[in-house]
């Protein structure tokens, strides 16, 4: 047999991120990384819906922070390190609050 040539750095590297990507689902939070969402809540429209959304998004098990922006009609999410937070999830909570999920978005790190 006729040995095989070795694979050129940039051409392992490429492979190696593929593997990666291959490897590590898209909802799974990566060991050292808080993850982060941005939620879209129809309804919201003063202090007190703001509380409501926090209380309940609040219970979810692994939540940090949650943050609401009335005048966008947003909530920020952080997980804490590893946890991920799973659209049913916050679905139930918003819900639960008595209001309509929007949108659910996982953010970049640093977003």
Same mark, same amino acid.
């Given at each position: 047999?006729?040995?095989?040539?070795?694979?050129?750095?940039?051409?392992?590297? $490429?492979?190696?991120?593929?593997?990666? =990507?291959? !490897?590590?689902?898209?909802?799974?939070?990566?060991?050292? @990384?808080? &993850? %982060?969402?941005?939620?879209?809540?129809?309804?919201?429209?003063?202090?007190?819906?703001?509380?409501?959304?926090?209380?309940?998004?609040?219970?979810?098990?692994?939540?940090?922070?949650? $943050?609401?922006?009335?005048?966008?009609? =947003?909530? !920020?999410?952080?997980?804490?390190?590893?946890?991920?937070? @799973?659209? &049913? %999830?916050?679905?139930?909570?918003?819900?639960?609050?008595?209001?309509?999920?929007?949108?659910?978005?996982?953010?970049?790190?640093?977003?």
């Amino acid at each position: 047999m006729k040995p095989v040539a070795p694979l050129p750095s940039a051409l392992r590297a $490429l492979l190696a991120a593929l593997l990666i =990507t291959i !490897a590590i689902p898209a909802g799974l939070a990566v060991a050292g @990384e808080k &993850a %982060a969402y941005a939620i879209g809540v129809d309804g919201l429209s003063c202090p007190f819906c703001a509380y409501g959304i926090e209380k309940q998004l609040g219970r979810i098990a692994g939540v940090e922070t949650v $943050l609401t922006d009335i005048g966008s009609g =947003t909530v !920020a999410v952080t997980m804490e390190e590893g946890a991920i937070l @799973e659209e &049913a %999830a916050a679905t139930n909570a918003v819900e639960n609050a008595g209001f309509t999920l929007r949108s659910f978005e996982r953010k970049a790190a640093g977003e």
